[in-house]
């Protein structure tokens, strides 16, 4: 699979600006692995308060951005996109190291990894590097949830 841009992702992850942390998948393979890059700015809003004379992107949206990248992933190599009485979440995080500060002007690469599905959850090897150096790694597991009505 090729890459895909910021519009046909939006298909995909229900996030919008400024919580769209996937600017563009560079590769997919469907029931394998995907990776995706995140350009970080320093025109991003969390910047402003997190360290403001020292920016540091927050860890939490390093995870965050490498678990959407794993919902990009699932959605492919399911071929459909998400259906709208179906909630997709988080619901684990192990394993989490981190590495390296990720600061203005970074491209964070995610690549994530399928381990295994059972019926309704995922779970996903990840890592995000800067310049080929490790900057997390996690595993994380996901789930798909019907919403009440």
């Not at 959407?68 to 619901?91: H, I």
């Amino acid at each position: 699979m090729s890459a895909m841009y910021v519009e046909e992702i939006r298909k995909f992850l229900p996030h919008r600006y400024p919580f769209l942390l996937v600017d563009r998948v560079l590769e997919c393979i469907p029931g394998e692995t995907l990776t995706a890059i995140k350009n970080v700015s320093v025109n991003e809003p969390f910047f402003t308060g997190h360290f403001p004379d020292i920016p540091i992107m927050p860890g939490v949206l390093i995870i965050e951005a490498m678990a959407q990248a794993t919902g990009l992933l699932g959605f492919r190599t399911m071929s459909e996109e998400p259906k709208t009485d179906v909630l997709y979440m988080l619901v684990g995080v192990d394993n989490v190291r981190f590495k390296r500060q990720v600061v203005p002007g970074d491209q964070l690469l995610m690549q994530v990894k399928i381990e295994r599905r059972s019926r309704v959850v995922w779970k996903f090897s990840c890592k995000a590097t800067v310049d080929g150096e490790i900057v997390t790694i996690a595993d994380m597991l996901c789930a798909a949830k019907p919403i009440a009505e």
